[in-house]
């Protein structure tokens, strides 16, 4: 339940070996290494596969000889009544029995099963904790945007004012600048609500301290280096698996939900033979030391050691043996309907992520170019503004359009490290 899980297993397959790394920033991976480590739905799910491993022991342990002391002192009553004392160490070895050995290799399948469970467990909260951090950078980015407008309108604002004693602006103007700040702080102080619900959640998920303080300086920014080095990074992995036909597939039949229900439906067939053997033949090597004393009143008066083999062959079941198996192969079809849906989700899942990150990749460089075009602008409406050609509310104006581009641009990004976190969940 360490980082490799989180890693998820690209040394078993030689496409996965090979797959190039998604961009992820280093405070997600350590928040999720973090959850791994603390949340307590995960240790339960550990403790399941601990429970499911000695229940193995047990189902070997019945596969083993039995020694047991029947002792018994009692008074019977025929023509008259007689003290008895009857005693057995009895010791029993089952030499045939098919559906003990099959108990423990369903027992086996089980402990498989709990293993894969945890392993899908560990993805999703890994991925629900990756998510929730992706969600907190874009309201953080929210609030850096309003920031951003708020100093640039109380500028612009203090700026009118100033014209506005020597009679160069009217009173309509301040007003609306107002108007603009109060909504705009109306709107930072959704966005701080929404950043702190965020960041409840991520330290909820972590098992942490609600007394945690939340520093928007620790949190990862997107800047032109970064988005830059992720495009490529990008680049890589989607002309990967475009070339890589057994990318997805080796993929998906990896996953952990894929192989729960598989070993799911391999202990249900285990079960199955073992119900079938169950209400078969068995036998079993018995031996006893005996000592049973009645003053020889009673039949099995016998001091002295036996041995014997015994036979068990049920004849007649009255269809409960049919309607068992009949139930446990009721049990795999519903397995193999569900292998079947898991696998059609995550096929959509991946088709999804690798399509947003196609559409993204894309995206990207005409972000990037907004930006500059709205750099240039700003500088136009601000030249514009000193030869009396623009009003000082074109240049707020202005200055929100490049402050919205940055925003989107940004949040773009961040919407590469969503989609990352959900390929990084498909990967078996």
């Known amino acids: 339940m360490k980082v490799l899980i989180l890693i998820l297993s690209l040394v078993s397959y030689s496409a996965l070996a090979q797959l190039p790394n998604l961009p992820l920033p280093e405070d997600l991976v350590q928040w999720q290494q973090q959850a791994l480590d603390r949340n307590p739905d995960l240790q339960a799910k550990q403790q399941a596969v601990l429970q499911a491993q000695k229940q193995v022991q047990v189902q070997q342990g019945k596969q083993g000889a039995k020694v047991v002391l029947k002792s018994e002192l009692g008074v019977a009553s025929m023509k008259q009544d007689f003290s008895r004392?009857?005693?057995?160490?009895?010791v029993t070895y089952p030499l045939y029995a098919p559906h003990l050995s099959e108990q423990e290799k369903a027992a086996e399948a089980a402990t498989q099963v709990r293993h894969w469970q945890?392993?899908?467990?560990?993805?999703?909260?890994?991925?629900?904790?990756?998510l929730n951090f992706v969600q907190l950078l874009?309201?953080?980015?929210?609030?850096?945007?309003?920031?951003?407008?708020l100093r640039a309108m109380q500028d612009i604002k203090?700026?009118?004012?100033?014209?506005?004693?020597?009679?160069?602006?009217?009173?309509?103007?301040?007003?609306?600048?107002?108007?603009?700040?109060a909504l705009m702080q109306s709107s930072q102080l959704q966005a701080k609500q929404q950043v702190q619900t965020f960041w409840q959640k991520l330290v909820a998920q972590s098992n942490g301290s609600f007394e945690?303080?939340?520093?928007?300086?620790q949190l990862p920014l997107a800047t032109p280096q970064s988005i830059q080095q992720n495009e490529q990074q990008l680049k890589k992995f989607l002309k990967f698996c475009q070339n890589s036909q057994s990318c997805q597939h080796e993929s998906l039949n990896q996953h952990p939900e894929i192989q729960a229900l598989q070993q799911q439906l391999v202990q249900l067939q285990r079960q199955q033979q073992a119900v079938k053997h169950r209400y078969g033949a068995?036998?079993?090597?018995?031996?006893?030391?005996?000592?049973?004393?009645?003053?020889?009143?009673?039949?099995?008066?016998?001091q002295g050691a036996k041995?014997?083999?015994?036979?068990?062959?049920p004849l007649y079941q009255s269809g409960e043996d049919q309607a068992a198996v009949a139930?446990?192969?009721?049990?795999?079809?519903?397995?193999?309907?569900?292998?079947?849906?898991?696998?059609?989700?995550?096929?959509?899942?991946?088709?999804?992520?690798?399509?947003?990150?196609?559409?993204?990749?894309?995206?990207l460089p005409a972000l990037q170019a907004s930006v500059q075009a709205a750099q240039q602008a700003l500088k136009a409406t601000e030249a514009g503004l000193r030869t009396g050609e623009r009003t000082i509310l074109d240049v707020l104006n202005a200055q929100k359009d490049l402050d919205q581009r940055v925003k989107n641009l940004n949040i773009a990004q961040y919407e590469v490290w969503r989609y990352a976190l959900n390929l990084k969940y498909l990967i078996g």
Request: hydrophobic share 40%; glycine share 4%; no cysteine.
């Open 138 to 149: 874009k309201q953080q980015e929210q609030v850096r945007f309003t920031e951003r407008q």
């Open 212 to 217: 945690q303080t939340f520093d928007p300086k």
């Open 118 to 130: 945890q392993q899908a467990a560990a993805k999703r909260l890994a991925l629900q904790v990756g």
């Open 282 to 302: 068995k036998l079993n090597a018995v031996g006893a030391l005996v000592y049973n004393n009645s003053g020889g009143r009673y039949y099995d008066d016998m």
């Open 158 to 181: 203090q700026q009118l004012q100033a014209r506005y004693q020597v009679g160069m602006t009217q009173l309509n103007d301040i007003a609306e600048v107002a108007s603009r700040i």
């Open 85 to 90: 004392t009857a005693n057995q160490l009895v």
């Open 327 to 363: 139930a446990v192969q009721v049990q795999q079809q519903r397995v193999r309907q569900q292998i079947a849906q898991v696998r059609l989700n995550l096929q959509q899942q991946w088709e999804t992520a690798v399509s947003g990150l196609r559409s993204l990749s894309k995206q």
């Open 307 to 313: 041995a014997a083999l015994q036979l068990e062959l």
